[in-house]
């Protein structure tokens, strides 16, 4: 059975979730991390993609984008593949880095887009990986 295509975003913004297979660790050191915000900064200029909040979890990405001149879906997809080129070629592996297809909610209103900004950057500090907010590189 096909899965359900995404419904798109009237004001093209989306909160992205990618997680790591098997919840496994995307990140392991700050190498790993300057990487993948260089190809999210590399993607997101050459798309005239905008990208409004994010957080690096060891094992998952959130991002608060509006989506530029293409598809959102195909922008995330050429993110992820340039960033498990380098991870493979690092790390010496093969395979899936990320489970399945990234998660994705659509933002429709300024109180949801503060919502969500609040959600982000609160993620290490609901999941006890600092004591505040600002602790988070």
């Known amino acids: 059975m096909p899965r359900k295509a995404r419904q798109k975003s009237r004001t093209g913004i989306y909160h992205i979730i990618y997680r790591g297979a098997n919840r496994q660790e995307i990140f392991h050191d ?12 590399k993607y997101s200029t050459l798309y005239k993609v905008k990208i409004y909040a994010w957080c690096l979890m060891s094992n998952h990405v959130h ?12 922008t995330i997809k050429r993110i992820a593949v340039s960033f498990v080129k380098y ?11 990320f489970e ?3 998660k994705s ?5 300024v109180d ?6 609040r ?8 999941a006890r990986m600092v004591r505040a907010v600002e602790k988070w590189e």
Not at 63 to 74: A, P, Q, V
């Open 119 to 126: 959600y982000i950057h609160q993620n290490p500090l609901k």
């Open 100 to 102: 399945d297809r990234f």
């Open 30 to 41: 700050n190498e790993d991390r300057l990487q993948f915000l260089q190809t999210l900064q």
């Open 112 to 117: 949801y887009l503060l919502t969500v900004i």
């Open 63 to 74: 991002l608060l984008m509006k989506e530029g001149n293409e598809d959102i879906s195909i």
């Open 105 to 109: 909610e659509n933002v429709e209103t």
């Open 87 to 97: 991870y493979h070629f690092k790390y010496n592996t093969t395979g899936h880095l």
